[in-house]
């Protein structure tokens, strides 16, 4: 193993082809010691793909990557880990069933003894790393018991394991709650005076908290590198999209509506959970037609069952929901789409799409098997691609053809797909369920306009969701969930962003 | 015969029955962790019932006579070591679905092995095979002695494997690699784990089982070969590992319930007890699928990736 400090690391030219995709186009980056490299981007700019050329995951089409200034060749991971690199990617690459030691041995060649597993050798490292840059973990917990902050902990103690020197952080904080980003921030803040970083994200404000320098990459090539404390969340957002980037404002100055009119009428609902838990306890809410609710809390608070018992897709205990007067309460998921109900999941990967479906399938898959999309048991293919290029105009879904797997494209295109898909529909009601967690400010801003509109053709919105921001900027009320119960419902501009943090820590002022 | 005596001779009966389901099922239980179900493991057993047949077949009476059944059970290991790099290549390198490939590995096996069989052999034939090995001291313990020590030292072999296949798997790193490549190969491959390689190893060492399970049918429990002596046991040794949870032990367990299940329904015949026979031999079969569907869903036990080709730069 190459013990070698890393003082300064460089990729020259690198350019990396997909069929039909020229995801990096000569990309020069360079990052020196102690250092935070921001690395910032739309959705598919290419940040992904170009860190898994770094770890010798991707072979590059062309380009090189100098270490200390000569030239090296990563042909694995392996090679990436005996020079002190080391990544903690986009999504976990943790093995659900078994142990936190036993995923870090499974990278940790030392304790790979000819017939034995020194795993006792692998618990001392962790225990180890997890001291010396406060990061507690168990090393025996079974993977799949732990929450997704502790999992984030795990793959930071596993690539430090590893002997990493310099970290690259794919998205670390996308999947995290604000208090997990909070506390990310701070200890990689407290990490880099001993290692080099690159930090990938989304969050504008996380790049200008921690990082020294940053890179925008746009559509596969570099468009800006600079200081951090030069620009700010606006010169970046600018830069990224290629145009000024404003989220907009929902505007409720207007009338108080009458209480009791609402589109979608929740009565005393309740809700079972996966575990027989009473997940959803007697929740009353009503939405007007063009109004916005939004439902703050943090996750796992009753969200997810909530969503799921709205579109048909959880069992109903007891309590009713009327959809413009329809009770919907416990029927199938088909009836409640044939009421008019839209439905932004909060997984869009499983939930969303049929991932090896084309992106026109999807499309129009909730409606296929009626007019306009087939006819006497054939699919009209003519009529479905012909939306499909309409919607792709219109939503700027950005992909190759529309002949695509959806399952194919970034993250923020796929969202694009799955709200043209329910917007064209044109819904009475929608819930949005964490509708940009993990894009970009581009898609966004894009996302938070569509919703807007909608609102203002007299839509009813449930919009759930922990980022208080994207809460406050958009909901006439907001009613906050702990536990299974709505603690308080407020409207939108008396909001503030303590006053809700307190609620959605359980505290009732009264 | 008395209840007492009809019990034990299922006992003794139903654990020599189980040994060539165990092999196979133990190789199978690799396969899977793999990622991989091997559903050709019928057509191996086949390949391997057959070439371990043969040197005791055509060496009988000559002076190496002695060495016939040794050769043979290390051809049917060699044998079906390279029919699992065969399947490896299909499915691991050119990532053809598993079920049809295997379904074409067992019609392979089967067809190669009757036909060679009726050209160089002919009719059937029985060989002298492998004798009982009766454990000094053990066998002489009163009914356990009976019914566990006084066996063909594959029966040993097979249940010795049993811990040892279990250390493997949980123990060393290379088990610790088969496990990750069959739940998130991708979690793997970014550690810097040859997926395919481990994968490759995974059905050499499963091909390897199910030939020595062959084995055993032709060597140790029929002494002969035929076209159906395997009899849907590769199938069975497939379902046994969903059974024991792709656990060693688990697979054991399913492995002696079934061979008991069968050997009950010998004893029924031979004892005249009135029952239909048809339904008799179905019992084994009918505990398998009812056992399977109780079996409740282990997501966080097996293999989630189980059957799925990896491709590191596919995304869907
Ligand atoms: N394995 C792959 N096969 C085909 N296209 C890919 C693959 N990986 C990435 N892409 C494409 O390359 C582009 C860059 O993707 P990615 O690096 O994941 O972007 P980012 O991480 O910036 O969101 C996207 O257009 C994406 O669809
Ligand atoms: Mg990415």
């Given amino acids: 193993m190459g013990h070698e400090p890393i003082r300064s690391l460089e990729l020259r030219g690198i350019t990396k082809r997909f069929p039909g995709i020229l995801a990096c186009d000569h990309i020069d980056l360079s990052v020196g010691e102690h250092s935070v490299r921001a690395l910032v981007g739309e959705n598919g700019a290419g940040k992904t793909t170009l860190m898994n050329i770094l770890m010798g995951l991707y072979q590059p089409d062309e380009g090189r990557i100098l270490l200390n200034g000569s030239e090296v060749r990563f042909r694995s991971p392996n090679d990436a880990f005996d020079h002190g690199i080391g990544m903690v990617h986009q999504h976990f690459m943790l093995v659900q069933n078994m142990t936190v030691a036993e995923n870090v041995a499974l990278g940790m060649k ?76 701070a200890l990689l803040s407290k990490m880099s005076s001993e290692l080099s970083i690159v930090f990938i994200s989304h969050k504008l404000h996380e790049v200008k908290a921690l990082s020294d320098t940053v890179s925008i990459l746009r559509r596969g090539r570099i468009v800006f590198e600079g200081r951090t404390e030069d620009q700010t969340p606006a010169d970046l957002a600018a830069l990224m999209t290629g145009h000024d980037v404003e989220l907009p404002r929902v505007d409720s100055g207007g009338a108080e509506r009458p209480v009791g009119t609402g589109m979608l009428s929740i009565r005393e609902l309740c809700v079972k959970g996966d575990r027989g838990n009473l997940a959803l306890d007697g929740v009353t809410l009503d939405i007007a ?21 709205l ?53 129009v898959l909730k409606d296929i098997g009626g007019e ?68 970009d400010m581009g898609a966004e801003e894009f996302i938070h306009k569509q919703l807007l509109a909608r609102r203002s053709e007299g839509v ?27 603690l308080k419902v407020v409207p939108g501009k008396d909001a503030s962003k303590r006053s809700l943090g307190l609620l959605m820590a359980g505290v009732v002022d009264e | 015969m008395n209840a007492g005596s009809f019990v034990l001779n299922i006992l003794i009966l139903g654990v020599p029955f189980s040994v060539a389901l165990l092999l196979a099922a133990l190789g199978e239980t690799i396969n899977q962790r793999a990622g991989i179900f091997n559903l050709g493991c019928e057509g191996i057993m086949a390949m391997g019932a057959f070439v371990a047949f043969l040197p005791p077949f055509f060496m009988a009476g000559t002076p190496q006579a002695p060495f016939a059944n040794l050769i043979g059970l290390v051809l049917a290991i060699v044998v079906g070591a390279l029919l699992g790099i065969l399947f490896a290549l299909v499915v691991v390198t050119f990532r053809a679905p598993q079920g049809i490939a295997g379904i074409g590995l067992q019609m392979l096996g089967w067809g190669v092995a009757g036909t060679l069989f009726r050209h160089y052999v002919g009719g059937v034939t029985g060989v002298a095979g492998i004798a009982a090995f009766p454990i000094p001291g053990l066998s002489r313990i009163p009914v356990l002695g009976q019914i566990l020590f006084n066996h063909n030292p594959l029966v040993y072999l097979a249940f010795l494997l049993v811990p040892v296949f279990w250390y493997v798997l949980f123990k060393t790193p290379w088990g ?116 399977l569907a109780l079996v409740r869903k282990a997501r966080m036990v097996g293999p989630t990736e189980l059957g799925k080709p990896f491709d590191r730069e596919q995304r869907v």
């Fill in chain 1, 110 to 185: 030392s304790s790979h003894r000819p017939f034995r597993l020194d795993i006792g050798a692998v618990r001392k490292r962790i225990l180890e790393v997890s001291e010396r840059h406060d990061l507690p973990v168990n090393p025996d917990a079974l993977v799949w018991q732990l929450s997704v902050g502790e999992q984030q902990r795990v793959e930071l103690v596993k690539t430090l394991c590893l002997g990493a020197r310099f970290l690259i952080l794919d998205e670390p904080t996308s999947a995290l709650t604000p208090q997990e980003t909070d506390e990310l921030i």
């Fill in chain 2, 176 to 291: 610790l690699k088969v496990r990750a490549v069959g739940t998130y190969p991708r979690a793997a491959d970014s550690l810097g784990i040859p997926v395919a390689r481990v994968r490759y190893q995974a059905l050499a060492l499963g091909g390897a089982m199910a030939g020595l399970a062959g084995a055993y049918l032709s060597l140790a429990q029929a002494k002969m070969f035929a076209d159906d002596l395997i009899a849907g046991r590769g199938f069975i040794a497939v379902a046994l590992v969903y059974f024991g949870r792709w656990n060693p032990v688990g697979v054991m367990v399913g492995a002696l319930l079934f061979s008991l299940a069968q050997a009950l329904q010998l004893s029924i015949q031979v004892a005249g007890i009135d029952f239909p026979y048809e339904f008799a031999v179905m019992l084994p079969y009918v505990l398998v699928i009812v056992v």
């Fill in chain 1, 460 to 486: 009813a919105i449930l919009l759930i969701s922990e980022e208080l921001e994207e809460i406050m900027n958009l909901s006439d009320r907001i009613a906050v969930i702990y536990k299974g119960k709505i």
């Fill in chain 1, 289 to 309: 037609p063009g109004e916005i609710v939004g439902l703050a809390g943090v996750s796992g608070n009753g969200q997810r069952e909530f969503a799921e018992a």
């Fill in chain 1, 372 to 439: 306009p999309w087939s006819k006497a048991g054939f699919l009209r293919l003519g009529a479905i691609a012909d939306n499909a290029n309409d919607l792709k105009e219109r939503f700027d879904i950005r992909c190759p053809t529309t002949d695509t797997a959806a399952g194919s494209l970034s993250g923020g295109n796929i969202q694009k797909v799955i709200l043209a898909r329910e917007l064209a529909r044109g819904p009475k009601a929608l819930v949005a369920v964490y509708p940009t967690r993990g894009l």
């Fill in chain 1, 311 to 363: 579109n048909g897709l959880r069992g109903v205990d007891s309590g009713s929901i009327l959809l413009d007067g329809a009770q919907i309460a416990g029927r199938c998921a088909g009836a409640v789409i044939g009421e008019g109900m839209g439905y932004i999941p909060e997984d869009r990967n499983t939930e969303g799409i049929v991932p090896s479906f084309s992106v026109r399938e999807n499309l």
